[in-house]
């Protein structure tokens, strides 16, 4: 079903403000189309479907006929490469990855045990300690009795795997904060689940950092956007700076997943990320939320995976979807850290009527 000379990409979770929308906004950059773009999604509702060229729905990966369901829609459109669009798909395609290569399919995504190391904070920030990165400090709340190890604040309340985009996190300034944030959230629902983590720097210097490199882990080129925190789009939580200590800043924040701001290089950040990613045996495209305190990189979050900047980066010409395209379906050469433009790029919502 493909009757077209251009190569059937097929992009899961286009909807929801995902990061496959994001993915399927940058290739819609692109001035002269060169791929068939196909778009699935669980919703019947969703916007996206008609920005591309064939718009399939497609269960929820938790569902039994999950993957029956997506061999079958990459057989119908002669699909060569796919692109995961949420974290419950990535993990249930990388799970199959002997299914996809037999098909002939190549998976755009890293590898299960990297993504699965990475969705995990408590694995990730232990790895990045063994490495030599330093993390803020983090302790998994266990029981109540854990929680008196804590003696740096402020810190953040955050589930210990998943949760994208900043969900569930939240801030506590004291020690009595923290346990009446433990009773609100219920300790037996929180315990093995949520870790405490050190709050580092300042919103001034908050990154989310693409670091990208070949399927098997060369190094390509790498980005940064310093967050511009201006509205109730951008930050998830906003409180006074009662601790006392000015190196905080006026307010504690929480952004969320929703970024803005200066698009860049900044090498100082991008440097540094760049040899975490390596050090860890990255794959692909990897996203690295940080805070640059006293010039080191304080590494807060990695996703293994596209990022919800991935538009404002195609923006500036680092099409992080195009590029590995290009890569593997036409065989291009791609130029190491390959020039592109900086600047500010800033975000709003939009409403359309569908019917």
Same mark, same amino acid.
């Given at each position: 079903?493909?009757p077209?000379?251009? !190569?059937? &990409?097929?992009i899961?979770?286009?909807?929801?403000g995902g990061?496959g929308?994001q993915?399927? %906004?940058a290739?819609?950059?692109?001035?002269e189309?060169?791929y068939?773009l196909?778009?699935?999604?669980?919703?019947?509702?969703?916007?996206?479907?008609r920005?591309v060229?064939?718009?399939? $729905?497609l269960?929820?990966?938790?569902?039994?006929?999950y993957?029956e369901a997506?061999?079958?829609?990459?057989?119908?459109?002669?699909?060569?490469?796919?692109?995961?669009?949420?974290?419950?798909?990535l %993990? &249930?395609?990388?799970?199959a %990855?002997?299914?996809?290569? @037999?098909?002939?399919i190549l998976?755009?995504?890293?590898?299960?045990?990297?993504?699965e190391l990475c969705?995990?904070?408590?694995?990730?920030?232990?790895r990045l300690?063994?490495?030599?990165?330093?993390?803020?400090?983090?302790?998994?709340? @266990?029981?109540?009795?854990a929680l008196?190890?804590?003696?740096?604040?402020?810190?953040v309340?955050?589930?210990s795997?998943?949760?994208?985009?900043?969900?569930?996190?939240f801030?506590?300034?004291n020690?009595?904060?923290?346990?009446?944030?433990?009773?609100y959230?219920?300790?037996?629902?929180?315990?093995?689940?949520?870790i405490?983590?050190e709050?580092?720097?300042?919103?001034?210097?908050e990154?989310?950092?693409?670091?990208?490199?070949?399927?098997?882990?060369?190094?390509?080129n790498?980005?940064a956007?310093?967050?511009?925190? !201006?509205?109730?789009?951008?930050?998830? @939580? /906003?409180?006074?700076?009662?601790?006392?200590?000015q190196?905080?800043? /006026?307010?504690?924040?929480?952004?969320s997943?929703?970024?803005?701001g200066?698009?860049?290089?900044?090498?100082? &950040?991008?440097?540094?990320?760049?040899?975490?990613?390596q050090?860890?045996?990255?794959r692909?495209?990897?996203?690295?939320?940080?805070?640059?305190?006293?010039?080191v &990189?304080?590494?807060?979050?990695?996703?293994? $995976?596209? !990022?919800?900047t991935?538009s404002?980066?195609?923006m500036?010409?680092?099409?992080?979807?195009?590029?590995?395209? $290009?890569r593997?379906?036409?065989?291009? /050469?791609?130029?190491?850290?390959?020039?592109?433009?900086?600047?500010?790029?800033?975000?709003?919502?939009?409403?359309?009527?569908?019917?």
């Amino acid at each position: 079903m493909n009757p077209t000379n251009k !190569s059937a &990409v097929l992009i899961t979770a286009i909807g929801g403000g995902g990061y496959g929308g994001q993915i399927l %906004k940058a290739l819609r950059l692109i001035p002269e189309q060169r791929y068939l773009l196909v778009g699935a999604d669980a919703s019947e509702h969703c916007p996206q479907f008609r920005d591309v060229d064939h718009a399939v $729905r497609l269960p929820l990966a938790r569902d039994p006929g999950y993957l029956e369901a997506l061999f079958e829609l990459c057989e119908r459109f002669q699909i060569r490469v796919v692109f995961p669009g949420c974290e419950p798909e990535l %993990k &249930v395609m990388t799970a199959a %990855k002997r299914e996809f290569d @037999s098909r002939g399919i190549l998976l755009m995504a890293a590898e299960h045990e990297f993504i699965e190391l990475c969705l995990n904070k408590e694995r990730a920030n232990q790895r990045l300690a063994d490495l030599g990165y330093a993390p803020p400090r983090y302790l998994k709340v @266990s029981d109540r009795d854990a929680l008196a190890a804590v003696d740096w604040f402020p810190v953040v309340v955050k589930p210990s795997v998943g949760a994208g985009g900043s969900a569930n996190c939240f801030i506590a300034q004291n020690r009595q904060e923290l346990m009446a944030l433990c009773d609100y959230l219920g300790l037996e629902n929180i315990a093995g689940s949520f870790i405490v983590q050190e709050y580092v720097g300042t919103p001034e210097e908050e990154y989310t950092v693409g670091v990208l490199l070949d399927l098997d882990g060369n190094y390509i080129n790498s980005i940064a956007v310093r967050r511009l925190m !201006s509205g109730q789009l951008n930050i998830r @939580s /906003s409180v006074p700076n009662r601790t006392g200590e000015q190196r905080f800043g /006026s307010r504690l924040v929480i952004s969320s997943g929703v970024s803005q701001g200066y698009v860049g290089r900044f090498e100082a &950040v991008t440097r540094q990320c760049r040899d975490i990613a390596q050090a860890l045996g990255a794959r692909g495209a990897v996203n690295i939320q940080c805070r640059l305190v006293d010039g080191v &990189v304080k590494v807060f979050e990695i996703n293994p $995976r596209f !990022s919800g900047t991935t538009s404002i980066r195609a923006m500036v010409g680092y099409n992080e979807p195009d590029v590995l395209l $290009r890569r593997y379906l036409m065989d291009e /050469s791609i130029a190491v850290d390959f020039p592109y433009e900086e600047g500010i790029v800033l975000r709003e919502l939009r409403e359309f009527r569908t019917s």
